[in-house]
C-alpha cells in the first residue's frame, strides 16, 4: 500500500528528529485532524516498517523504526 500526503509530511517529521518519540495526541494537533485519523496514520505507517509502536501503560509512542522501511 502507497503512503497518502499527509502521512508522508507526517513520515517527514519523525526524519527531520529521528531521536524523538512521537504520541497520537501530537499528531492531532500538528495536522488538525481527529484522534482515529491521526492513530490510523500512525499505525499504517507502522505496519509498512516505517514506524516502531511503543506500548505504554496508557497510550503508544511512535518512533523512527531503527532499520528504515523493513518492507
Known sequence: KDINLRQAEILKDFMRHPEKNFVIKEIMTTYNIA?????????H??????????????????????????R
Request: net charge neutral; proline share 0%.
Open 45 to 70: 505507517l507502522t505496519e509498512l516498517g516505517y514506524l516502531e509502536k511503543i506500548s505504554t501503560k496508557n497510550k503508544f509512542i511512535f518512533e523512527l523504526a531503527k532499520h528504515g522501511n523493513n
Open 35 to 43: 484522534y482515529d485519523s491521526a492513530r490510523n496514520d500512525l499505525l
